[in-house]
């Protein structure tokens, strides 16, 4: 499936034990968001994500947490 990185939460600069860690929201195709992690990412590291990126993952969902991407790759 595939969306756009709609927001993004990073570690705050200089905590050392967070470098690279976070989290964010995706909207997909049909305009729903899906949480993923910095854990979920594959092919680039999270800090280099931005905000308004395209991105392909897969859509799963975690019942009573809601709707969720893993493999999360940017796409050109």
Do not use: H, W
Not at 10 to 18: D, E, R, T, W, Y
Not at 35 to 47: D, H, I, M, Y
Not at 50 to 69: D, M
């Amino acid at each position: 499936m595939r969306g756009v990185i709609k927001t993004l939460r990073k570690a705050k600069p200089g905590a050392k034990s967070l470098v690279g860690c976070g989290y964010g929201f995706i909207q997909d195709e049909q305009g729903k968001d899906r949480f993923f992690s910095f854990a979920n990412v594959v092919g680039t590291e999270f800090n280099d994500l931005r905000e308004g990126l395209k991105v392909e993952f897969e859509p799963f969902e975690i019942p009573e947490k809601g709707l969720r991407a893993e493999s999360v790759k940017v796409i050109q």
